[in-house]
């Protein structure tokens, strides 16, 4: 059985594959990690981070990684070489404008607070603008493939956050007001059957 190895809160790098094992109706133990528990584990670790795929006793590392592989397995990933790049390019982006978000987390609030405006005045709205263009010259429905892969996962977590309030000083209607059809995007993924269902489960209301 997998086992996917991830911090023990809805949302982050670790969801789109949890997601899509669970839209797949693939069984895997879903290691939830205590934020208290994570020095001790860390050390055990390939990279000193989450999230982790376990398969007969071996590990892969790196979330994209495990999102190609699981939507391998899950039929979420596309067959044709050109749109699996394309379904890349979008979770690399995910992942690049992520990993700026991710270094405000832990900052004292002053500094915080002038980070993250600093993203909202040009990163954010860069990244929301340059997904948007892209999805919309895919037809304005999926990133790849016209259906449904791990890169809509990905996007779909990201959005998510940036929607939830949970980041200070990033104003929650700011992809609504900046990339509408990013915002329906959401919305689809968010009504997808597997999805609702999943955060169902999760007793997750958003
Ligand atoms: N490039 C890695 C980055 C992994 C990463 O930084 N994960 C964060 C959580 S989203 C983490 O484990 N942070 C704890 C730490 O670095 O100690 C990936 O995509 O998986």
Redesign the pocket.
Known sequence: MLKLTY?DFHG???EPARLALSLGGIAFEDDRVPVSD?ERR?PDTP?????LLERDGQIV????A?NRYVGKLTNLYPSDPWQAALCDETMEAV?DISSMI?ATLFLPEEEKKARREALVAGPLPFYLERLEQRLEERGGQYFAAERLSVADLKVFVWIRHLKSGALDHVPTDLVDRIAPTLAEHYERIKNEPGVRAYYARHGVAR
């Open positions: 911090f982050g790098r670790g994570w860390k990279f000193g981070a989450l999230p590392a790196q979330s994209n495990i992942e991710v």
